[in-house]
């Protein structure tokens, strides 16, 4: 995952994982879609300045924050 910290767009690298979402640190999902790219983006511009977690169907979980 890059940038981190992150603008807009944030990079992800996909292991097979085709769900994901984005929660706050309350759990509450903001965003979540399904891919099955080696490489894809997601759009976290309209997220306000916090702290984040990335999560998929392989339950890896990685923090982090939009600018």
């Known amino acids: 995952m890059y940038p981190n910290p992150v603008d807009e767009v944030l990079y992800m690298k996909n ?3 085709k769900e994901w979402k984005v929660t706050d640190t ?3 999902v903001l965003l979540a879609g399904k891919n099955s790219d080696l490489m894809f983006s997601i759009n976290v511009s309209g997220l306000k300045s916090r702290l984040y977690f990335f ?3 392989e339950k890896l979980n990685i923090r982090f924050i939009k600018k």
């Open 26 to 28: 309350s759990g509450n």
């Open 15 to 17: 292991n097979s994982s």
């Open 55 to 57: 999560s998929n169907n």
